[in-house]
């Protein structure tokens, strides 16, 4: 068994060489208080079509469409937010995506579906289990 290292040396390096797979997970954000109870989840990757909330920085409060994700630099786009550039284009900003929480989620996806719903299971399980655990303890009294 491979033991993970714990030097933040280590972990920045992992962070640099990781693999788009991975990459992609990494590109995760919490779920909004709403999404959280709907879904049975606290945090899912960000995909392109989700909308976001963005918690910090200059665009505290904006609330817009992810419209492209950058693994290879882990941020993303969101649309309306912009800057001018000294030529007078404009462009989007990138935002690190630990910096917004999920607000509405694409699920155009069929695969993301599956996901959710066997996240879904996976904690009405864990509940069941904890239930039964406390039940005997509390009947024994």
Same mark, same amino acid.
């Given at each position: 068994?491979?033991?993970?290292? #714990?030097?933040?040396?280590?972990? %920045? ?14 590109? =995760? ?10 879904? $049975? #989840? ?6 392109? $079509?989700?909308?976001? %909330?963005? @918690? %910090? ?10 419209? %492209? ?10 649309? $309306?937010? #912009? ?36 996240? $879904? @299971? ?8 904890? !239930?039964?655990?406390? !039940?005997?303890? =509390?009947?024994?009294?």
């Amino acid at each position: 068994m491979r033991s993970k290292s #714990t030097k933040p040396s280590k972990q %920045r390096k992992m962070l640099y060489q990781a693999p788009y797979h991975i990459r992609g997970k990494i590109l =995760s954000a919490h779920l909004s208080e709403e999404l959280r109870k709907e879904y $049975g #989840t606290r945090s899912l990757p960000i995909r392109a $079509g989700d909308t976001v %909330r963005v @918690l %910090r920085g200059d665009y505290k409060g904006v609330e817009g469409k992810v419209m %492209r994700v950058d693994r290879k630099k882990y941020r993303i786009f969101i649309e $309306g937010i #912009t800057r001018e550039k000294a030529d007078g284009t404009t462009i989007l900003v990138p935002i690190h995506p630990s910096k917004v929480e999920i607000t509405r989620l694409n699920l155009d996806d069929k695969l993301r579906k599956r996901i959710l719903e066997r996240r $879904g @299971l996976i904690e009405e399980t864990r509940k069941e289990v904890e !239930a039964m655990a406390q !039940a005997p303890a =509390s009947g024994g009294e």
